[in-house]
């Protein structure tokens, strides 16, 4: 019984998602009144090819910002997330709290000095703007879901390579780089969704220039929402969300660890 | 001193992009459009406007304003999202293929938000919606109509859609923290013949504390920063009459849309928004310091 249910609730959680699928290669007039009519069913992907056609460029850009603004922040934080759980400093523990803080900021918090700060660096309008920013970004909860696996691994490795004379460098690159593979590829998924998902940051530094603008953007800048052509926004809001939807598909045990780790162990 | 290199690229890239535009933003607050300065002056407009509160005539139909509309979205958002979520966990343990169902609650959790927005297009819609449609279906017809249409059902639907799209998250909380919850608590539980509604107030809710604690305050901040959903669904008004106009969005509207921009208004709204999360951050994590 409590089967039957609990997969009829899964079911109908999807129908939103079908409804959107079903905009996307039916016509409108078929699905007025409920996609689930199918008195007539004529699907096509013609709507698909249009679409691509107007926010290709921005996908193209969001990987052009995505891949980039997920390594960048990868690599600095661990490095940071390294020191941080390893060696001893004065102020280390109120440094720390204080960028782990900054996680909870809101992003209208630092919008209008980033906006100028782009504008005197002359890269305004620009993909590395956002690619910058969006490192900058990432980099408090990378720190702290690095430096609090980093923590958690077994210290006797890297003395044992210390005392055979390895530097500080040597042994992040040797020894915890190799061991921290499992946690990057937490960071790795959860950054990129993040990035890829954004759409204040990319609204703000690049709200209409089609060279930069990533695919949130198009969807809504090139395609629109008034006197809109609902089969078309349809199409685009799949092509959109398909690359993360598709990630999780397949890498779906690294979302659960990095999001459970993260905020449990947070 | 060599150590220094490990903390030098992410503290410069914090302070530039991060750390200082949060205290520049604080100073833009303090200066009025043509660069007076005017202390709180820009807060006391900001809290003091309609846009921000408006019950005057309350009862009556949105807007009330965008701090009175993130209040009713935390006020419904976070129980519904957090005890359906709860529940989903506690009934799926026993369900054949629960990875499935969580994989498909979790959908609405990797979906870019703005595209969550542009889902309520086609989950409210009069003629191709599927919640109207599906009120047709079984008679309803008050509800059958376009429901971002009118203040009310914008408000209510938006909030009520954006718990489909979170619930994922609590869910998959709750499921990890009931995996570390040993058998044997439930077994001697249920050996002393407890009731199973009792074994939930008191043994397995309060083991859940601390997933109860994340999920509240990762949803209360989700709700508070609440903007690309509001924005996909309606428009940087916040749909009709600014009936689901929210903190994130105001603040966006003031220094990007308006003509003329009042960014010191918007940096007000900012400021005003990261005090709300930061109280919302310690007092959750004092809580969970004195546990």
């Known amino acids: ?266 | 001193m060599l150590r220094l290199v490990f903390f030098a690229p992410a503290l410069l890239l914090v302070l530039l992009f991060v750390a200082y535009p949060v205290f520049a933003t604080i100073g833009v607050s303090l200066f009025s459009s043509d660069g007076s300065f005017v202390g709180f002056g820009n807060y006391g407009t900001v809290l003091g406007s309609p846009d921000t509160a408006n019950l005057n005539g309350f009862p009556k139909p949105p807007p009330y304003g965008t701090l009175i509309h993130n209040a009713i979205w935390i006020g419904i958002h976070l129980p519904l999202s957090l005890f359906l979520g709860l529940w989903l966990a506690l009934v799926l343990r026993d369900v054949k293929g629960a990875s499935w169902i969580k994989t498909a609650i979790f959908i609405g959790m990797v979906t870019p938000l703005i595209v969550g927005g542009i889902l309520m297009l086609y989950l409210y819609d009069g003629n191709i919606g599927v919640v109207p449609s599906f009120f047709n279906l079984i008679g309803v017809q008050s509800l059958a109509t376009g429901w971002l249409q009118h203040p009310v059902t914008l408000l209510f639907g938006l909030i009520f859609g954006s718990v489909w799209l979170w619930t994922g998250f609590s869910l998959i909380v709750y499921s990890a923290g009931l995996t570390t919850i040993p058998k044997d608590y439930w077994e001697a539980a249920k050996v002393d013949g407890t009731s199973t509604f009792r074994m939930f107030t008191r043994v397995t809710f309060p083991l859940l504390k601390p997933m109860t604690i994340v999920v509240i305050t990762m949803t209360i901040l989700w709700e508070l920063k609440i903007f690309d959903l509001v924005f996909g669904a309606t428009n940087p008004q916040g749909g009709v009459g600014g009936a689901a106009d929210v903190l994130g969005l105001q603040m966006y509207r003031y220094a990007f849309v308006q003509l003329p921009a009042n960014v010191g208004a918007a940096a007000a709204v900012a400021t005003f928004l990261s005090i709300l999360t930061m109280v919302a951050t310690v007092a959750t994590l004092r809580y969970m310091v004195k546990r």
Not at chain 1, 200 to 206: H, K
Request: glycine share 8%; net charge positive.
């Open chain 1, 1 to 266: 019984m409590i089967h039957v249910f609990a997969w009829a609730l899964a079911i109908a959680w999807l129908f939103p998602f079908v409804g959107l699928l079903m905009a996307s290669f039916r016509p409108i007039p078929e699905i007025i009144g409920g996609w689930w009519n199918f008195g007539q069913f004529s699907p096509t992907l013609d709507k698909f090819g249009s679409a691509f056609s107007k926010i290709g460029t921005g996908l193209g850009n969001s990987v052009l910002i995505a891949v980039p603004g997920t390594l960048i922040p990868m690599f600095v934080a661990t490095l940071a997330g390294y020191g941080f759980a390893r060696f001893s400093f004065p102020v280390r523990d109120y440094l720390f709290l204080t960028i782990v803080l900054l996680m909870t900021i809101p992003q209208q918090m630092v919008a209008i000095p980033i906006f100028r700060i782009m504008l005197g660096l002359g890269l305004a309008n620009t993909v590395s703007s956002l690619i910058l920013l969006h490192s900058a970004w990432g980099l408090p909860w990378i720190i702290l879901f690095m430096r609090n696996f980093i923590s958690s691994l077994p210290k006797e490795v890297e003395e044992a390579a210390r005392v055979d004379g390895a530097s500080d460098f040597k042994v992040f690159f040797r020894i915890v780089l190799p061991m921290a593979l499992p946690a990057l590829g937490a960071v790795a998924v959860l950054q990129f969704m993040w990035v890829w998902n954004d759409f204040f940051f990319a609204v703000l530094l690049c709200p209409a220039t089609v060279s930069c603008m990533p695919a949130t953007v198009a969807l809504i800048r090139t395609i629109g929402r008034f006197e809109f052509d609902p089969g078309l926004l349809a199409a685009g809001s799949v092509l959109v969300m398909l690359v993360p939807v598709a990630m999780y598909a397949v890498l779906q045990r690294y979302y659960i660890r990095g999001m459970v780790g993260w905020t449990i162990k947070g």
